[in-house]
C-alpha cells in the first residue's frame, strides 16, 4: 500500500453555503468599515495647508511650536553649560554641533552674533571628547569586573557624565545610583548610535533646507498665516527654481478693513539655503539703500532682504501702474502677492505663449512703455528681464520677479539695463516683430542717455565709463551724479 499511509479521506467538509456567507460576511465588515472611516484624500493631492479643519492642523501647530520651544530651553541650557566650562579660559569648546534649533532656523536674534562667532572661529576647539571611538566591544574590562558591585555601579554612574551632552541622562543629584555593567553598557552604545544619529540629522537639516518643499520654520510661518484667516488654503507649489519656491493659495479674510486679500495669492518663499544667494551678493552689496546694512548682517538676514527688496520694489511699480503682482504681506523670507492667473493655472510666461503677430506687437510696445516707467517713474532697473519674467494675462504682459531689480545709479545698473534690453530685443526680433529697436536704440529709449557708439563694444565700453564717473562722484562728494538720473528729481522712496 502506500508508503505514506491512507489519505485522509475526512476532509474539512465546508458547504458552498458557507463559503458564500464568509464572503459576504467579509463584504459586509469591509463596507461598515467604509462608511466609519471614510478614506483620507491623499494629502499630496489635496491643499497641503487648508484652514478646513482648524483642529487639527493647529494641533500640529501648537506641537511643532512646543517642540521648537523646548529645543530652544535646550539650547539655552548648552549654551549655559558652554559658558560655565569656558569661563574666562582664552581656550574655549563649543557645544554647536548638539544644538537642537539650527543656527540658520533659529529665531532668537540675541544668538546671531554668537554663532556666526563659533562658527568662523578658527580656533574653534575640538568637540569635547564624550563617549570613546571603541573601547567597548562586548565585553571589554568595564565589564568583566570582579571590583566590587557597589562601587563600580556608582563608577558606571558617574561616566554617564561623558556621554554627549544632548543625551539626556537625568542629575540623580543626592541619589546614590548604581548602574550594573550590562546596563551602562547599553547605555553606552545607545549614546553613541544617538551621537552619531544627531550628526547626520544636523548635516541634514543644513543641506536640504528647501529642496521641494519648505523647511519646517517656513512651514509654520504659513500655517499661521492660514490659522490667522488671511489665507484659506494652500493648495500647491507653482514652481521650484533656484532661489524661490512659488505657492498657489485661496486669499481669506483680511484682519483690518481698508486692505483686501485677492481672491488668489501667490506666495514666494526664498530659500534660505545661502548657496545660490552668493553670487547674487553684486546686486545688493553696492545697493546703496542696503549699504549700510549689508556689511552686519548674517546671511540669512541678507534673504529676507531679498523678499524685503522685492516687495518694495512691487511697491513701487504698483504705483506707477506697471501691471505686477500686488503685495499683499511680507512676514521674514516670506512674500505673498496678488496671483498673476486664475483657477490655481498661473498665466503662462511670454517664452510659452503663442501670440498673433499682432499681439506681439502690442507686447513689445507695452513693454518698452514700461521698461521706460520703470526707470523714469521707479527709478528702477528690472536686471532679469527675460520673457522668463513677463507673463501673458489678460491681454497684457506683467512684470514679475524683481528682487534683484536695482536703480539705476547702482555701479553695475547700467549694465544690468543693457543686458535687459538686449533679452528683450533679442526675443520680439526674432518673434517677428519688425519695429523692434535694436538693443542700444532700446538702451538710449529707456535711459533717454544718448550713446552713439554704433558697436556693442564700444557702446558697453561707454556705458563703464558712465557707471565709473558716477562712483568717482560719489567717492569725492558722497552723492550720486543726477546725470543718469530722472530729470534730477531725487528718487522715489517708498520706504
Ligand atoms: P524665481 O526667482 O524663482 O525665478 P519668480 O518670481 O520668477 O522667482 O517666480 C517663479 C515662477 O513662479 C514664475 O516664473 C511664475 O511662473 C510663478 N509666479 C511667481 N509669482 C507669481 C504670481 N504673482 N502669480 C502667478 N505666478 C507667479
Ligand atoms: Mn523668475
Not at 581656550?91 to 534649533?101: G, L, T
Request: with cysteine.
Amino acid at each position: 500500500q502506500c508508503p505514506w499511509g491512507a489519505p485522509n479521506t475526512t476532509s474539512i467538509s465546508c458547504s458552498l453555503a458557507d463559503v458564500m456567507s464568509e464572503q459576504l460576511a467579509k463584504e459586509l465588515q469591509l463596507e461598515e468599515e467604509n462608511a466609519a472611516f471614510p478614506e483620507v484624500v491623499a494629502v499630496a493631492e489635496g491643499p497641503f495647508i487648508t484652514g478646513e479643519n482648524i483642529d487639527t492642523s493647529s494641533d500640529l501647530m501648537l506641537a511643532q511650536m512646543l517642540q521648537m520651544e523646548f529645543d530652544r530651553e535646550y539650547d539655552a541650557q548648552l549654551r549655559r553649560e558652554e559658558k560655565k566650562i569656558n569661563g574666562d579660559s582664552k581656550v574655549s569648546i563649543s557645544f554647536e554641533n548638539y544644538r537642537k534649533v539650527h543656527p540658520y532656523d533659529s529665531d532668537s536674534s540675541e544668538d546671531e552674533v554668537d554663532w556666526q562667532d563659533t562658527r568662523h572661529d578658527p580656533y574653534r576647539a575640538d568637540k569635547p571628547t564624550t563617549t570613546p571611538r571603541k573601547g567597548f566591544v562586548g565585553k571589554g574590562k568595564d565589564i568583566t569586573t570582579k571590583h566590587d558591585e557597589v562601587v563600580c555601579g556608582r563608577k558606571n554612574t558617574a561616566r554617564m557624565e561623558n556621554f554627549a551632552p544632548e543625551f539626556q541622562v537625568g542629575d540623580g543629584i543626592g541619589m546614590d545610583l548604581k548602574l550594573s555593567n550590562q546596563v551602562f553598557n547599553a547605555l553606552k552604545q545607545h549614546a553613541y548610535s544617538e551621537e552619531r544619529r544627531s550628526a547626520r540629522l544636523h548635516e541634514k537639516k543644513e543641506h536640504s533646507t528647501a529642496e521641494k518643499a519648505v523647511d519646517p520654520k517656513t512651514r509654520l510661518l504659513l500655517y499661521k498665516m492660514v490659522n490667522a484667516g488671511m489665507l484659506e488654503t494652500i493648495t500647491g507649489c507653482i514652481s521650484t527654481g533656484k532661489e524661490s519656491v512659488v505657492f498657489h493659495a485661496y486669499g481669506g479674510k483680511s484682519a483690518t478693513e481698508d486692505k483686501v486679500i485677492p481672491p488668489e495669492c501667490a506666495i514666494k518663499v526664498f530659500k534660505t539655503t545661502l548657496n545660490e544667494f552668493k553670487n547674487r551678493d553684486k546686486y545688493i552689496k553696492d545697493d546703496y539703500r542696503f549699504k549700510d546694512r549689508f556689511s552686519k548682517l548674517n546671511p540669512r538676514k541678507i534673504i529676507r532682504m531679498w523678499a524685503e527688496k522685492e516687495m518694495h520694489n512691487l511697491t513701487r511699480m504698483q504705483n506707477a501702474g506697471i501691471p505686477c503682482p500686488q503685495v499683499v504681506i511680507l512676514k521674514k523670507h516670506v512674500l505673498v502677492m496678488s496671483f498673476i492667473g486664475q483657477d490655481q493655472v498661473p498665466a503662462p510666461k511670454l517664452k510659452d505663449v503663442t501670440l498673433s503677430s499682432e499681439d506681439m506687437k502690442k507686447a513689445y510696445y507695452q513693454i518698452l512703455n514700461m521698461m521706460q516707467q520703470l526707470y523714469k517713474e521707479c527709478n528702477l532697473v528690472h536686471a532679469d528681464l527675460s520673457e522668463y519674467n513677463m507673463l501673458w494675462h489678460d491681454g497684457k504682459v506683467w512684470l514679475i520677479d524683481v528682487s534683484q531689480s536695482v536703480e539705476p545709479t547702482h555701479p553695475h545698473g547700467l549694465e544690468f539695463l543693457f543686458r535687459d534690453c538686449r533679452n528683450v530685443s533679442q526675443f520680439f526680433q526674432k518673434g517677428g516683430v519688425a519695429e523692434a529697436l535694436n538693443e542700444r536704440e532700446l538702451f538710449n529709449a529707456v535711459s533717454g542717455l544718448n550713446i552713439t557708439a554704433d558697436n556693442e563694444v564700444d557702446f558697453q565700453a561707454e556705458i563703464e565709463a558712465l557707471e565709473k564717473m558716477n562712483e568717482d562722484h560719489v567717492q569725492n562728494h558722497g552723492k550720486k551724479l543726477s546725470m543718469f538720473s530722472n530729470d534730477g528729481d531725487p528718487p522715489i522712496y517708498d520706504e
